[in-house]
C-alpha cells in the first residue's frame, strides 16, 4: 500500500545544520533564483519543494546532483526548447507527477508548443513539429524506454546536435532520470491545489 504522509521529513530551514545550510543556500542564491524568490522554492511549510528537500538529507551527494543540474539547465550547449522536450519525455516515461507538472510550465514558457507538451504527455508520434525537437524526443523516448538507441535515431539527433550536443542530451536523460527517482521514491507532492498530472 502506498504510504499517505512523506517519506521524508520535510527539513525546515531554521533547523539546517551547517552542510544543510550551505546547499540550501547554494540552491536559492544560485543560477537558479534569477528572477525567482525565496518563496518559491519553499511551501507553505517552509520546506523546501520538489526534489531539494531529499537532497538536503544527504547534502554531501545533494551537492553534486545539484551543480550537475544547475550546469544543465543553465550553462548547456541545448537550448531551451531542446532542454525542456527532453526532460518532459523522460518525466512522461517515469510517470513523475512534481517533474511533469513543473516542466510542462516551463516548457511552455520558452515556446514549446502547447500542441507538442500534449503529444508528448499522449506518447503519440511527433510530427510536424521541428525537426531537432522530434528527434530529441524520439531519441530520449528510445532510451528510457528501451535502454538502448537505433542507429537511424542516434542518426537524426547527431545531425541536429553534433557530438557535444548528443553527450550533454544523454546526460540530461540521465540526470532527469535520477531526479524522477528520487520526486517518485519519496512520493514529492505538488503545491497545495495543483492536480496530479497522471494517476496513480
Known amino acids: 500500500m502506498r504510504s499517505t504522509m512523506p517519506r521524508l521529513p520535510g527539513l525546515l530551514v531554521k533547523n539546517l545544520n551547517n552542510d544543510q545550510r550551505a546547499l540550501f543556500e547554494t540552491l536559492t542564491g544560485g543560477k537558479r533564483s534569477t528572477g525567482r524568490s525565496l518563496d518559491a522554492f519553499l511551501d507553505s ?3 523546501m519543494r520538489g526534489p531539494f528537500n531529499a537532497m538536503l538529507h544527504h547534502p554531501a551527494a545533494g551537492a553534486v546532483v545539484q551543480r550537475l543540474g544547475e550546469l544543465l539547465r543553465f550553462e548547456g550547449i541545448l537550448n531551451d526548447a531542446q532542454r525542456e522536450v527532453a526532460i518532459l519525455t523522460v518525466g512522461r516515461h517515469w ?3 512534481y517533474e511533469w ?6 516548457a511552455e514558457g520558452v515556446g514549446v508548443a502547447p500542441d507538442l507538451i500534449q503529444a508528448i504527455y499522449d506518447q503519440a508520434p511527433l510530427s510536424g513539429f521541428a525537426s531537432d525537437l522530434t528527434a530529441i524526443h524520439t531519441f530520449v523516448r528510445e532510451l528510457t524506454e528501451t535502454q538502448q538507441v537505433s542507429d537511424a535515431a542516434y542518426a537524426v539527433a547527431h545531425a541536429e546536435l ?3 550536443g548528443i553527450v550533454e542530451l544523454v546526460i540530461l536523460a540521465g540526470y532527469y532520470g535520477v531526479i524522477s527517482g528520487i520526486l517518485n521514491t519519496f512520493e514529492v507532492p505538488l503545491p497545495a491545489g495543483e492536480t496530479p498530472p497522471f494517476d496513480k
Open 162 to 164: 553534433g557530438d557535444e
Open 45 to 47: 511549510d517552509g520546506v
Open 101 to 106: 507538472w513543473a516542466h510542462a510550465r516551463i
Open 95 to 97: 510517470r513523475a507527477q
